[in-house]
């Protein structure tokens, strides 16, 4: 038994102390702040847009993964090992493109790579996964959709040059 007790506080002490020099690389609370100076004229020229057009396409089509705190799980997101496969696509989906607080997304890379990448993304067809378009096949973008969104980074990168 007191072998058992030794080798549970040294684990925990192990564990505690892996962990003790880890960075929070989570988005802070006001996005505008990690932004660059240069980025401003296009985030000014981006925001107008964004709310008006880009954003209730994102709300029906892109929040479910890359917006935790407005997301709306599907009744089969509880079942035994497909919880664990789902929770870990929404985890990866909201650390490298959280759109939870609209533009700037959250993550960790600047506007113009955000924009670059949703550019990439959005004229490849890329997203959603294909196995999620197959559940949800009403989340795939239109041809429309597509346009609005390739115009709307288009303004946003030519603010950006």
């Known amino acids: 038994m007191k072998g058992y007790l030794s080798l549970f506080c040294f684990l925990f002490v192990i564990c505690a102390w892996g962990h003790a020099g880890e960075v929070n690389t989570q988005p802070n609370a006001n996005l505008s702040d990690r932004m660059l100076p240069s980025e401003m004229p ?3 020229a981006l925001r107008p847009v964004y709310d008006a057009k880009i954003k209730p396409i994102f709300e029906k089509k892109c929040f479910d993964c890359h917006a935790p705190k407005r997301r709306t799980l599907p009744w089969y997101a509880s079942l035994p090992i497909i919880k ?22 959250g993550g960790q890379s600047s506007l113009k790579k955000d924009l670059k990448i949703l550019d990439k993304v959005v004229s490849h067809n890329r ?16 041809p429309e959709e597509m346009k609005t969104i390739i115009d709307w980074i288009a303004l946003g990168q030519s603010h950006l040059q």
Do not use: C, N, R
């Open 127 to 142: 997203m959603p996964p294909t196995l999620y378009k197959l559940m949800h096949p009403s989340h795939e973008l239109t």
């Open 42 to 44: 296009a985030l000014m």
């Open 84 to 105: 664990g496969m789902i929770q870990d696509d929404l985890h990866g989906a909201t650390e490298h493109f959280d759109m939870t607080d609209g533009v700037p997304f």
